[in-house]
């Protein structure tokens, strides 16, 4: 079942992206976090900021979202009243 967050919630966002990136190489600091997956990345910072990248595009936000995490897909889907994008986690 796929857990939505508010990354204003930085505890959770960072519990939650923990579980998820727990096959990538994981980097945190007090205000962001980024996975590493080989080629793709994901990275969130404590202020609304979300980037992806992977082989042929790019993804980037700013401002109020949600972060939908459904680790059995190993999907991250962000939703914000602009924008709905997902990044597929490389290993699924």
């Known amino acids: 079942m796929p857990n939505r967050i508010r990354i204003g ?4 966002t960072i519990d939650e992206l923990r579980r998820f990136g727990k096959t990538g190489n994981m980097t945190t600091g007090d205000e962001r976090i980024r996975i590493d997956f080989g080629s793709a990345h994901v990275e969130v910072s404590k202020h609304g900021h979300v980037s992806t990248g992977m082989p042929l595009h790019d993804f980037e936000h700013d ?15 962000v939703e914000a009243n602009d924008a709905t994008y997902t990044f597929r986690r490389p290993d699924g």
């Open 9 to 12: 919630d930085w505890e959770t």
């Open 63 to 77: 401002g109020v979202a949600d972060l939908v995490v459904d680790h059995d897909a190993g999907s991250l889907t």
